[in-house]
T-cell receptor, first 118, second 116 residues
C-alpha cells in the first residue's frame, strides 16, 4: 500500500526564517507522481508542484524549492525567507494507478501546519 | 468564474434533512472527485467520475449519493447523515479522464458541513 508521512505536525517560525517541510513516501510503483498542496485558512487546496518519479532534478520557484531524493524516498519542500502569508497547512501527496489504470488516486499525508509569526 | 467552485460554502443540517452539495469546474476537465476532510485525519477520497461515469466508490456509506450530469458539474446528495459526517467536503477536477499519468487535481474551496 502506498503511504505518505509528514512527520512534522506543526511548525512555527518567525518571518524571514527559512523552513523545510518534510515528506517521506512509500510505493511499489516504478512510475508515480509527487505533489505539494497548500491549504490556507479559507480551505481551498492550492496546487504547488507535481514531480514525476523519473525526474530527480530539484526545482525552484521564487521562494519555494523542492528536493526530491529517490534514494531516501523523500520530497521535501523549503520556503526561503518565509512570510506571514505562507501560514497554512501543507500537504504532500503521492499518485498511484487507479483501478484499471484510469485516473490517478492521490494518497495524502496528514499535513504540516506552518505558522509564520511577524 | 474560474477554477473549481463549490456551493454552499457552509451548511448546517439535521440528521433527518436532505441536502445537496454542488461543484462546478470551469477548466474543461474530464474527471471530477469528492473528498472528505475531517479534523486530524488525512483527506479521504470518496468518489471519482471520469467522463461522467463513476469510476470508484471508495466504500462510502449510501447516505452519500453522488451525481455527475455532465463533465462540468458534480453533486453530492446527502440524507440521514450522522454527526460524525461533519467535515469539509472538497471537490476536485483533473484534465484527463482516460488515464493520463500527468493528471493534477485542482480543488475547490470546499463546503464546511455540520450535522446536528
Amino acid at each position: 500500500a502506498q503511504k505518505v508521512t509528514q512527520a512534522q505536525t506543526e511548525i512555527s517560525v518567525v518571518e524571514k526564517e527559512d523552513v523545510t517541510l518534510d515528506c517521506v513516501y512509500e510505493t511499489r510503483d516504478t512510475t508515480y507522481y509527487l505533489f505539494w498542496y497548500k491549504q490556507p485558512p479559507s480551505g481551498e487546496l492550492v496546487f504547488l508542484i507535481r514531480r514525476n518519479s523519473f525526474d530527480e532534478q530539484n526545482e525552484i520557484s521564487g521562494r519555494y524549492s523542492w528536493n526530491f531524493q529517490k534514494s531516501t524516498s523523500s520530497f521535501n519542500f523549503t520556503i526561503t525567507a518565509s512570510q506571514v502569508v505562507d501560514s497554512a497547512v501543507y500537504f504532500c501527496a503521492l499518485s498511484e494507478a487507479w483501478s484499471g489504470g484510469s485516473n490517478y488516486k492521490l494518497t495524502f499525508g496528514k499535513g504540516t501546519l506552518l505558522t509564520v509569526n511577524p | 468564474e474560474t477554477g473549481v467552485t463549490q456551493t454552499p460554502r457552509h451548511l448546517v443540517m439535521g440528521m433527518t434533512n436532505k441536502k445537496s452539495l454542488k461543484c462546478e469546474q470551469h477548466l474543461g476537465h474530464n474527471a471530477m472527485y469528492w473528498y472528505k476532510q475531517s479534523a486530524k485525519k488525512p483527506l479521504e477520497l470518496m468518489f471519482v467520475y471520469s467522463l461522467e461515469e463513476r469510476v470508484e466508490n471508495n466504500s462510502v456509506p449510501s447516505r452519500f449519493s453522488p451525481e455527475c450530469p455532465n463533465s462540468s458539474h458534480l453533486f453530492l446528495h446527502l440524507h440521514t447523515l450522522q454527526p460524525e459526517d461533519s467535515a469539509l467536503y472538497l471537490c476536485a477536477s483533473s484534465q484527463d479522464g482516460g488515464g493520463s499519468t500527468t493528471d493534477t487535481q485542482y480543488f475547490g474551496p470546499g463546503t464546511r458541513l455540520t450535522v446536528l
